[in-house]
T-cell receptor, first 111, second 111 residues
Framework: SAVISQKPSRDICQRGTSLTIQCQVD?????MFWYRQQPGQSLTLIAT?????????ESGFVIDKFPISRPNLTFSTLTVSNMSPEDSSIYLC????????FGSGTRLTVV | QQPVQSPQAVILREGEDAVINCSSS?????VHWYRQKHGEAPVFLMI?????EQKGHEKISASFNEKKQQSSLYLTASQLSYSGTYFC????????????FGIGTKLQVIP
């Protein structure tokens, strides 16, 4: 299975600022997924990132708030923009195949 | 649509067995099972495709009833290391599509 390096592992940010989360995969993958997990909760899909096309966002998530880049088949970034305390959560990237592998997660606290 | 998972929590003594259930109102292509320990990313356990095949290794196995859109995870002779939150995830179609996760089952194994 793939190995994913996710950075940063945690951050504390001021409201109104933005944070970019990076995921580097050790193999080429067509699709990458970005999830959000609030403490003690399930994983909620934010968007699907395909290389060479616009990301597909789930209901309740918009590109202006969570812009995604996918410059090649091994790398993706998720930006959390204009943050508010409600954005405090754990953000995880994931790649398929056949079981899905997750990055180690980014624990974001917005103050 | 989020699959329904039950029970939400269970406490076992070492050596006891447990069953975690997952159901969906939609036709499914596959069901995944993951375990997440506190502060860590979810880890893939197994995937079950259409066909009702039971899969697993040693003391953790699962089944998928395609007609009922239900899956069950069986933990036999539980060990302390089994503690964590178990998530089922469902795919509506094949081809490494997005996975929708249930709310999770918190399993605690005590001595």
């Amino acid at each position: 299975s793939a190995v994913i390096s996710q950075k940063p592992s945690r951050d504390i940010c001021q409201r109104g600022t933005s944070l970019t989360i990076q995921c580097q995969v050790d193999s080429q993958v067509t699709m990458m997924f970005w999830y959000r997990q609030q403490p003690g909760q399930s994983l909620t899909l934010i968007a699907t990132a395909n290389q060479g096309s616009e990301a597909t966002y789930e209901s309740g998530f918009v590109i202006d708030k969570f812009p995604i880049s996918r410059p090649n088949l091994t790398f993706s970034t998720l930006t959390v923009s204009n943050m508010s305390p409600e954005d405090s959560s754990i953000y995880l990237c994931s790649v398929p195949g056949p079981g899905y592998t997750f990055g180690s997660g980014t624990r974001l606290t917005v103050v | 649509q989020q699959p329904v998972q039950s029970p939400q929590a269970v406490i076992l003594r070492e050596g006891e067995d447990a069953v975690i259930n997952c159901s969906s109102s939609k036709a499914l292509y596959s069901v995944h099972w993951y375990r997440q320990k506190h502060g860590e990313a979810p880890v893939f356990l197994m995937i079950l495709l259409k066909g009702g095949e039971q899969k697993g290794h040693e003391k953790i196995s699962a089944s998928f009833n395609e007609k009922k859109q239900q899956s069950s995870l069986y933990l036999t002779a539980s060990q302390l290391s089994y503690s964590g939150t178990y998530f089922c995830g469902t795919e509506d179609s094949g081809g490494y599509q997005k996975v929708t996760f249930g709310i999770g089952t918190k399993l605690q194994v005590i001595p």
